[in-house]
């Protein structure tokens, strides 16, 4: 039943909606809630169950069950293969997208949002692929261990190790090392600020770039945004706290950066970044202000805010055309910077 509503609604113009709500328009914040997104959200609101009453297993089912409905049909691309990463602690799972047999292509290492506890390779492959054939840059998708079997900070562990490998060994797969970006969405964009933090520590090799889609970045969980957007807004405050709590062994690993990279304060010399985010998104304040937080470290950033899109709208691309323009925008803006045009 929730495809088949799914289905209609891509088809449906945003007219149609308008005339729906157009006489009770959600303003908050001085922005106006898109009406194709608030259906989606009062569809949310009437199904969803509770994070922590509702067993991982059906969560993950849940998400995977809807992903391939909002994202629609995936581009076609040159290859896509499904590889297997050395970990420290077993094989990671990945998949690599190439728009083209390029022998060199630059890549995004890119880590999929879920909080920490859900989330795959499937579910974020609409995404992934957008990104590869409109941005002509290989995207590598990392399956990295998940919460809460695979506590804090085994994701961070994993997600270093993929990039760590990408650089070390990509070329044996039609990938430049010199260019390896890294990118990701909510906590796969805590994920992608944290390597970009840790590979400045280490001294080694560092990102080229970093893609951070409306990023979870502060497990306090005290901006604004929280409470303007707590309940009702697709993704709401209860669903974070417990996404953190499942993931996290305890309440002072808040503090760490790999779990809250806007808390480091010494954010001089990391790669420049793209972070865009959503007006109706809890995580949005602490998004924006990761953006001036790097700005004021003489890191080059680009913020750009979708004002009437809610979190997780890049993954809707069959429902809103506001996703597509989000998706076409992360793309040619890390496109140039691959190139330098």
Request: charged share 20%; net charge neutral.
């Amino acid at each position: 039943m929730e495809r088949l509503i799914l289905a209609l609604v891509a088809l449906l113009p945003e007219s149609f909606f308008s005339l729906c709500y157009g006489l009770k328009p959600i303003i908050i914040d001085g922005q106006k809630l898109n009406n194709k997104a608030r259906l989606l959200c009062d569809i949310d609101r009437k199904t969803a169950t509770p994070v922590r009453d509702t067993p991982v297993e059906t969560t993950r089912a849940n998400m995977e069950r809807l992903a391939g409905a909002l994202a629609g049909k995936k581009p076609r691309l040159k290859a896509i293969r499904d590889i297997e990463i050395p970990g420290d602690f077993g094989p990671i799972a990945a998949r690599l997208y190439k728009p083209t047999d390029d022998p060199s292509l630059p890549v995004l290492v890119y880590y999929h949002g879920g909080g920490y506890i859900r989330g795959s390779l499937h579910s974020h492959e609409g995404l992934c692929a957008r990104l590869a054939k409109y941005g002509g840059f290989a995207v590598l998708s990392v399956d990295y261990r998940l919460a809460p079997e695979n506590r804090f900070p085994a994701a961070v562990d994993d997600a270093i190790a993929a990039f760590d490998w990408t650089v070390q060994q990509g070329a044996d797969y039609g990938l430049d090392p010199a260019k390896v970006a890294v990118g990701g969405d909510s906590s796969g964009g805590c994920l992608a600020a944290a390597v970009a933090q840790q590979a400045k520590l280490r001294g080694g090799a560092m990102p080229f770039f970093q893609m951070l889609l409306y990023p979870s970045l502060d497990a306090h969980l005290t901006a604004k945004s929280y409470q303007l957007f707590e309940d009702g807004f697709f993704l709401t405050y209860d669903r974070i706290r417990d996404y953190r709590d499942m993931y996290l062994n305890n309440a002072s690993e808040r503090d760490d950066y790999r779990a809250s990279p806007l808390l480091n304060p010494d954010l001089a010399g990391l790669p420049p970044a793209l972070i865009i985010t959503a007006g109706f998104d809890p995580l949005r304040d602490e998004a924006e202000s990761y953006g001036k937080a790097l700005q004021a470290a003489g890191v080059g950033v680009g913020t750009v805010r979708f004002p009437s899109m809610v979190h997780g709208f890049m993954s809707m691309t069959a429902i809103l055309p506001q996703a597509e323009k989000a998706v076409h925008q992360a793309a040619d803006a890390l496109r140039h910077v691959f190139t330098g045009e």
